[in-house]
């Protein structure tokens, strides 16, 4: 799980990041990110609609699967930034681990989260 420091708390925000985030999109998961000189640590929140998975414990689950690919990438991310991962597919429930790395990889890659050394080596 993602360290209490790195995650969002109230949803004001949540709201900031809605209304001037930056977006990436793929077909099952969109990203927005916006830059925050103002913390120490980058924070993260994974959203998911009811309408996408009817029932918690499936929301749950892709939320866990998410949080724990975005914890591995903590280290790679350049500055502090407030990102908050949608989930608009409920195939994400069912995708494999190495392909669901690569799609937010690529969308944090579009979103301009990593250092330019860490783009280059992969």
Known sequence: MLSEKN???????LRYVYKNGNSARSRLITVKSINNPFRENSRFAVVISKKVIKSAVGRNRVRRRVY???RHELPKIQGTYDVVVMVFGAEVRDIEHKQLVENIRELFKQSGLYQPKID???
């Not at 995650?7 to 925000?13: A, D, E, P, Q, V």
Request: hydrophobic share 25%; aromatic share 16%.
């Open 68 to 70: 724990e690919v975005v």
């Open 7 to 13: 995650r969002f708390h109230g949803y004001g925000s």
């Open 120 to 122: 280059e080596e992969k």
